[in-house]
């Protein structure tokens, strides 16, 4: 495929070969035109001086001078011609310069008429002019005939000077834009090098500085690979905490053989549990995508919300609780519906579990953030035991059923959508718990 550089090379120039050719032919016109149009003056101007030098009888014969003070008119073929008709377009008066010499005239016009003729030869100016001579009115026809060889020749050369210095110019603007583009493409060539030496492995990150157009790219890939970066270490650590956290109940297992067979039916019970929830949540760290994924789509938060509430008004059956959604419907985070609904689902269960019969869901924007909010009227959570409960396996009530890892999933999520999370007292009387979210340019 034909690289950008050449594509805009190629593009630029048929432009501006096609804007060269319709200037030229603009200039050509615009110059013929003004030149013609200076000619028939000019022959108009000549007309006016014979008829100022002319002298009528009053038998209507008209006579000339025999120097007139356009000397051409004397010298035989000197290009310019003239000869005066009557009204019947006889010929009473022709011009030295016309000896033997097939000008073009027009014999015949009426008072007043003006006309200006071309061929492939000759230009002619004609003008009808009606003489009075006392009471007697006669009717003239005066008409100059001029060679159009000098024209024709001063038009030739100016078409080869206009093409040529629009050639010129033309060579000229194509090396301007051509280095004009090397030069600003020159950012992109450095990307793509960088590219090719991230590929290769000599470097890691796009480091170069760019122009603002180029460097919100850079950027956003340079964030792609971090992304790729931490999801790779993320899964090679849940994999070593997979392996770590199993060691110590198939230890278990193991020891428990030597004992009784009820003995190893519980045992067995209970560590095949804690294996499947450790497994669940090492999975689940494992595969969270994180907020600054570049093309995450946003995700309505509402819909996801109520669908959770109803599933939990069913497993809470026994507990009636109200639900505040203070929520608009278009309130979105940019992220996988994965991880929205983990958040949402362990947050959520979690004030089921500790309210009293209240939960509020609110979201507001606060400057850069989007910040999500859960409360309810519990006992809420004692600020010294903040960074406890959002400990894996920790919990702030033993007594309470659970495996202490829901608050550390919605920490590491957030963690990974470059949020925070903040606990604080809730205005119901129990816990609120805010996640607040970076604001994704649009």
Not at 75 to 87: E, K
Not at 104 to 129: E, H, I
Not at 428 to 434: E, P, Q, R, T
Request: hydrophobic share 45%; aromatic share 8%; glycine share 8%.
């Amino acid at each position: 495929m034909m690289s950008l550089n050449r594509r805009m090379i190629l593009s630029a120039s048929v432009v501006l070969a096609v804007f060269i050719v319709l200037t030229a032919l603009a200039l050509d016109r615009a110059f013929f035109d003004s030149a013609r149009s200076a000619r028939q003056e000019r022959l108009l101007g000549q007309l006016y001086l014979l008829i100022a030098a002319a002298e009528v009888d009053g038998q209507g014969h008209i006579s000339l001078p025999n120097t007139l003070s356009e000397a051409r008119f004397s010298l035989p073929g000197s290009g310019l011609y003239a000869a005066i008709f009557d009204q019947n377009g006889k010929l009473l008066w022709r011009s030295a310069s016309a000896l033997n010499i097939a000008a073009p005239f027009q014999t015949k016009l009426a008072p007043g008429d003006k006309r200006f003729d071309t061929d492939a030869n000759y230009f002619v100016q004609s003008l009808g002019v009606k003489w009075a001579v006392g009471r007697q009115h006669f009717a003239f026809t005066f008409s100059v005939s001029e060679d159009r060889s000098e024209f024709d020749a001063q038009i030739r050369r100016y078409r080869q000077s206009l093409w040529g210095w629009l050639a010129a110019l033309a060579g000229f603007l194509v090396l301007a834009q051509a280095g004009v583009l090397r030069w600003g493409l020159r950012p992109l060539r450095s990307v793509a090098g960088e590219l090719n030496a991230i590929e290769s492995g000599r470097q890691e990150i796009l480091q170069g500085r760019y122009p603002e157009e180029i460097q919100r790219l850079t950027d956003n890939l340079n964030s792609l690979l971090e992304h790729e970066r931490e999801q790779r270490l993320r899964y090679r650590n849940a994999l070593a905490d997979l392996a770590h956290s199993l060691k110590t109940p198939l230890a278990v297992m193991r020891g428990a053989m030597s004992g009784d067979k009820a003995q190893l039916a519980k045992t067995v019970d209970e560590q095949v549990t804690r294996m499947d929830t450790i497994v669940a949540y090492q999975l689940q760290r494992a595969s969270t995508t994180g907020m600054h994924k570049l093309f995450a789509t946003p995700i309505a938060i509402l819909p996801l919300a109520e669908k959770i509430i109803g599933a939990l008004h069913k497993v809470h059956a026994d507990k009636p609780v109200h639900v505040d959604m203070a929520l608009d419907r278009n309130f979105c985070l940019a992220g996988d519906a994965g991880d929205l609904m983990e958040l949402l689902g362990n947050l959520l269960e979690n004030a089921f579990k500790w309210c009293g019969k209240s939960i509020r869901i609110g979201a507001e924007t606060r400057e850069r953030f989007l910040v999500l909010t859960i409360e309810d009227d519990g006992p809420g959570i004692d600020p010294s035991q903040v960074d406890v409960v959002l400990q894996r396996g920790m919990r702030a009530d033993e007594a309470v059923p659970g495996h202490g890892i829901g608050l550390a999933v919605v920490r590491d999520i957030v963690e990974a959508y470059q949020g925070k999370i903040e606990i604080s007292r809730s205005r119901l009387g129990g816990a609120a718990i805010s996640l607040v979210f970076p604001r994704r340019e649009s």
